[in-house]
């Protein structure tokens, strides 16, 4: 699974250095940082990381055939995306966000109520982006404990123990 990793913000130097930066700080945390001979993928075309360093609050890229200031300044405002193979395995309990996408939402009898299309992150949580199974309408619910119950990563579903009640207006 492709998932994203981060945005190409600027350049760095004359090299053809790239830097990039993370959608929120919780979402860095999940992710290991690229290492060297990691492939990245840009605009749909891979690249191979060769060098990677720590700049403030935002880390500097060498990209092999990326080696002048003209081809870097065509990759600023570009995503960076990753295969979810280079990342670390999580326990049972924990996700990864892009993981989530597409998992169903149950209620208790196992009855479908929606489908997971997005996840963001606020201070306090994260909001699940929801397709609701009834009518297709897409509800954002906090993912906090008075709603949501189980994980099943095998099935991927989550339980939903609280269905919140929304105006129809």
């Not at 906090?144 to 990563?153: E, I, L, P, R, T």
Request: charged content about 25%; proline content about 3%.
């Amino acid at each position: 699974m492709i998932i994203f990793y981060a945005k190409i913000t600027g350049i760095h130097g004359l090299k053809g250095e790239v830097e990039m930066t993370f959608s929120d700080k919780g979402y860095f945390a999940s992710l290991p940082v690229l290492n060297k001979n990691t492939s990245i993928i840009i605009n749909g075309q891979t690249f191979t990381v060769t060098n990677v360093k720590k700049k403030n609050k935002s880390f500097v890229l060498a990209l092999k055939d990326i080696d002048t200031l003209e081809k870097a300044k065509e990759l600023i405002g570009l995503d960076i995306f990753i295969d979810s193979s280079n990342l670390p395995e999580l326990d049972n309990d924990t996700f990864y966000e892009a993981e989530l996408m597409g998992y169903k939402i149950i209620d208790n009898d196992n009855n479908i109520y929606g489908e997971i299309t997005d996840v963001y992150s606020i201070p306090s949580n994260y909001v699940f982006e929801i397709k609701l199974a009834e009518n297709g309408n897409i509800v954002s619910i906090p993912f906090v404990h008075a709603y949501f119950g189980k994980a099943d990563k095998a099935n991927k579903s989550i339980q939903i123990i609280q269905k919140p009640i929304f105006d129809d207006e």
